[in-house]
């Protein structure tokens, strides 16, 4: 079975630091894009970042979070990281990993991040 594992969330003061990580099992980890969404209470989920598969990778980030945060994986230990700087109190809510494989969305059971001001 598909599984992705978030962990990393926490309570951390504006202009702090977390690292979130997104363990993967049950697929070909390596030939997958992985994706970060987060869903803060009210609003709808939205994508924070994401990035390519071993082939070339690459990767992309919501304006919002442009310049703070930065993804990176480990082929090896099959991890996905979202080191996340110069929080701020909107970037609380829970945060999700995401893989789409053939078609279908898996996700993570999301780890919570609160930013106190």
């Known amino acids: 079975d598909v599984q992705l594992q978030a962990s990393g969330g926490g309570l951390v003061q504006a202009g702090g630091s977390l690292r979130l990580s997104c363990a993967g099992s049950?697929?070909?980890?390596?030939?997958?894009?992985i994706g970060w969404f987060r869903q803060a209470p009210g609003k709808e989920r939205e994508r924070v970042s994401c990035?390519?598969?071993?082939?070339?990778?690459?990767?992309g980030y919501a304006r919002s979070v442009k310049g703070r945060f930065t993804i990176s994986r480990d082929n090896v230990r099959r991890t996905v990281f979202l080191q996340m700087n110069s929080l701020q109190p909107e970037d609380t809510a829970v945060y999700y990993c995401?893989?789409?494989?053939?078609?279908?969305?898996?996700w993570g059971q999301g780890t919570l991040v609160t930013v106190s001001s």
């Open positions: 995401n893989v789409d494989r053939q078609g279908i969305d898996y």
């Open positions: 049950g697929f070909n980890f390596e030939d997958y894009a």
């Open positions: 990035i390519s598969s071993h082939e070339s990778i690459t990767s």
